[in-house]
């Protein structure tokens, strides 16, 4: 019988709507038999359409929460996804940096449904302080853009945050125009992948949040970063195809058994 499962640490934002965030995070990561540890970072006001408010949790309460829980819990990957404030991030790098585990960080900087999540000092301090901690870093290509402001094109934005240090740089492209969703990988090497996926015809919440979640999962089960990558976008793809709608905004991914 098996005791125990594989597990992975999300620090993400909590949507009541149930289609981004932490939500997203546990029902990818029960679909792929994985057991999810949880801090919320942040609470949001939003509904389907767009997010209203944040509300950051107090980084003294992040920083005990995690103290206990990993005194006691040992996660096989970390997942990052919405952190509700810069002044978070010095807790959870010195929780990250005492821990030799994958992690995986969705640096999310603005709602698809075009509202500000963080603010303007967000970005650089997010590069100067995580970045050197992360396996796979999963910006949409707005995200790139802004985490690079003076990137000239996505292959130079993905060379500035390998520079920064994390390992690997996945953009994705579904913010993108074209018939096809385009996401490229750039690695320390300089190593790219590209990947083309049949553009669908809804617009999704969640997407980023599911995809990240993904790849942590299979980084837990121990796949290598690059078959993690590509199993990780294609349970995403398939997640997207048989999306539900939960209000009258965008859809939220499939993640529920079928
Ligand atoms: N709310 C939370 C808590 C999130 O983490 C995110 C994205 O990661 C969003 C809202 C926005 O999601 P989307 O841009 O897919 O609508």
Not at 47 to 76: H, I, Y
Request: with cysteine; hydrophobic share 45%.
């Amino acid at each position: 019988m098996l005791l125990s499962s594989p597990r992975v640490l999300c620090l993400s934002g909590l949507d009541p709507v149930g289609g981004a965030g932490l939500q997203a995070d546990i029902e990818t990561l029960v679909a792929h038999r994985i057991h999810t540890l949880s801090l919320v970072t942040a609470l949001t006001v939003q509904d389907s359409r767009n997010v209203r408010r944040v509300v950051a949790t107090d980084p003294a309460l992040l920083d005990e929460q995690l103290s206990v829980l990993l005194a006691d819990a040992r996660p096989d990957a970390v997942k990052l996804g919405l952190l509700g404030s810069a002044a978070q991030l010095p807790v959870i790098v010195a929780h990250l940096a005492r821990l030799s585990v994958p992690v995986i960080c969705d640096p999310v900087l603005r709602a698809g449904g075009g509202a500000a999540l963080v603010a303007d000092g967000f970005p650089d301090a997010l590069r100067g302080q995580l970045l050197p901690l992360v396996t796979v870093l999963t910006p949409n290509a707005a995200e790139a853009r802004r985490l690079v402001p003076d990137g000239v094109d996505l292959a130079g934005c993905g060379a500035a945050l390998l520079a920064d240090g994390c390992a690997r740089v996945l953009i994705t492209g579904g913010d993108e125009p074209g018939a096809s969703v385009v996401n490229h990988s750039y690695g320390k090497d300089m190593t790219t992948r590209r990947w083309l996926w049949p553009r669908l015809p809804e617009t999704f919440h969640g997407a980023g949040c599911t995809l990240a979640s993904a790849i942590a999962a299979r980084l837990a089960l121990g796949d290598s970063v690059d078959d993690a990558i590509d199993a990780g976008q294609r349970w995403t793809q398939a997640a997207l195809a048989r999306a539900i709608a939960v209000g009258g905004g965008r859809r939220i991914p499939g993640r529920l058994p079928a």
